[in-house]
């Protein structure tokens, strides 16, 4: 990983501004933190040790930037553009001597219903691992903080830091799922709240099916990526930690099954609330047309009564009462019949 000394001085000028915030490093020798907060520059000088592992992380790289830590690890141009573009899906790619992985970490608005997500990448080698992301969102402290906690694996260098790394982002789905499980169980009570109005429901529906899309299309191709990374030809996974990689492809797969579970509950409650309003809809029909017939009635006897020919009891006092008899009865019977079979 030699440079010459003009990149080297870009390096030194440039390592502490790059991104929208200073970078962050680390370096551990034998499992063990040697160093942190070092320059980016400084990085081919401590992998240039066989028994050092680095890390550094990035937050918000321009792709003029990170030519520098090009230079430092011999990254492929491509692998660069797809570590600065947006809205790329989660994957993993090979490339000579390292790893280009891209992943998303998942947050649940509970308010809106919106899915708020951050894209991750990173560059993995054989003693170096580079975190990249776009924006602020990502806890790279609470990142640390699980590579701290366990220290049992962190001899295993650049497998652990991966592995704390996918772990944090697996355990964010499972919350992300279950949250967006907890708000489809309270829109399925309000699906039989004839209090709730039926545009707002529709609107917050229609939010979730969207973060439930958006979603599956982060989780689902996370179980490629754990897969991939445990087949042997990589060498990436040390047979001491395949028994953790195999726990977090388990927890994938959990995750990705409990998303398409979801997928066919939105549907049923779709297809629930489609029902519902059939039904409403036949019920309002039903009041209205026995309302409709009530009402038809009276109109045909004063009709027949307002004929302008004979009939009996016409210009007499004994027409009007039964024309009055007449109205209240049939209207009353109506009325009876259609209470009787719950139609009014």
Same mark, same amino acid.
């Given at each position: 990983?030699?440079?010459? $000394? %003009?990149?080297?001085?870009?390096?030194?000028?440039?390592?502490?501004?790059?991104?929208?915030?200073?970078?962050?490093?680390?370096?551990?020798?034998?499992?063990?933190?040697?160093?942190?907060?070092?320059?980016?520059?400084?990085?081919?000088?401590?992998?240039?040790?066989?028994?050092?592992?680095?890390? &550094?992380?990035?937050?918000?790289?321009?792709?003029?930037?990170?030519?520098?830590?090009?230079?430092?690890?011999?990254?492929?141009?491509?692998?660069?553009?797809?570590?600065?573009?947006?809205?790329?899906?989660?994957?993993?790619?090979?490339?000579?001597?390292?790893?280009?992985?891209?992943?998303?970490?998942? #947050?649940?608005?509970?308010?809106?219903?919106?899915?708020?997500?951050?894209?991750?990448?990173?560059?993995?080698?054989?003693?170096?691992?580079?975190?990249?992301?776009?924006?602020? &969102?990502?806890?790279?402290?609470?990142?640390?903080?699980?590579?701290?906690?366990?220290?049992?694996?962190?001899?295993?260098?650049?497998?652990?830091?991966?592995?704390?790394?996918?772990?944090?982002?697996?355990?964010?789905?499972?919350?992300?799922?279950?949250?967006?499980?907890?708000?489809? %169980?309270?829109?399925?009570?309000?699906?039989?709240?004839?209090?709730?109005?039926? *545009?707002?429901?529709?609107? @917050? $529906?229609?939010?979730?099916?969207?973060?439930?899309?958006?979603?599956?299309?982060?989780?689902?191709?996370? #179980?490629?990526?754990?897969?991939?990374?445990?087949? !042997?030809?990589?060498?990436?996974?040390?047979?001491?930690?395949?028994?953790? @990689? *195999?726990?977090?492809?388990?927890?994938?797969?959990?995750?990705?099954?409990?998303?398409?579970?979801?997928?066919?509950?939105?549907?049923?409650?779709?297809?629930? !609330?489609?029902?519902?309003?059939?039904?409403?809809?036949? %019920?309002?029909?039903?009041?209205?047309?026995?309302?409709?017939?009530?009402?038809?009635?009276?109109?045909?006897?004063?009709?027949? @009564?307002?004929?302008?020919?004979?009939?009996?009891?016409?210009?007499?006092?004994?027409?009007?009462?039964?024309?009055?008899?007449?109205?209240?009865?049939?209207?009353?019977?109506?009325?009876?019949?259609?209470?009787?079979?719950?139609?009014?």
């Amino acid at each position: 990983m030699e440079r010459s $000394s %003009e990149a080297a001085n870009s390096a030194t000028h440039e390592g502490d501004k790059i991104g929208t915030q200073p970078p962050r490093t680390r370096a551990w020798r034998d499992g063990k933190l040697e160093a942190k907060g070092f320059p980016v520059a400084d990085i081919s000088e401590y992998l240039k040790s066989d028994d050092m592992v680095v890390w &550094l992380d990035l937050c918000g790289p321009h792709a003029q930037e990170l030519r520098v830590i090009s230079e430092e690890l011999g990254l492929d141009e491509v692998a660069i553009e797809d570590a600065v573009s947006r809205h790329e899906r989660a994957k993993l790619d090979r490339y000579p001597g390292y790893l280009f992985l891209n992943a998303y970490d998942v #947050r649940l608005d509970t308010a809106s219903g919106r899915l708020v997500t951050t894209e991750v990448s990173a560059f993995i080698t054989d003693r170096a691992f580079v975190t990249i992301q776009q924006d602020d &969102l990502f806890d790279v402290d609470e990142l640390i903080r699980r590579w701290d906690a366990d220290t049992g694996q962190a001899e295993h260098g650049v497998a652990h830091l991966l592995h704390g790394l996918l772990d944090m982002l697996v355990d964010r789905h499972f919350t992300a799922v279950q949250a967006l499980d907890e708000k489809l %169980e309270d829109l399925e009570d309000l699906l039989f709240d004839e209090k709730t109005s039926d *545009q707002a429901m529709q609107r @917050y $529906s229609f939010q979730l099916r969207k973060s439930l899309v958006l979603l599956r299309r982060v989780v689902l191709p996370m #179980r490629e990526v754990v897969n991939t990374l445990l087949r !042997r030809d990589l060498h990436v996974v040390p047979s001491a930690m395949a028994p953790l @990689y *195999q726990d977090l492809y388990d927890h994938v797969l959990r995750a990705t099954e409990w998303t398409e579970s979801l997928r066919d509950l939105v549907a049923t409650i779709q297809e629930t !609330r489609i029902a519902l309003q059939g039904n409403r809809l036949n %019920e309002v029909m039903k009041k209205l047309t026995s309302w409709a017939a009530i009402i038809a009635v009276p109109t045909a006897v004063t009709g027949f @009564y307002g004929m302008n020919v004979p009939y009996p009891g016409m210009s007499h006092h004994s027409g009007f009462v039964a024309c009055v008899i007449i109205l209240l009865v049939t209207s009353a019977g109506l009325f009876g019949i259609f209470k009787w079979r719950d139609w009014i």
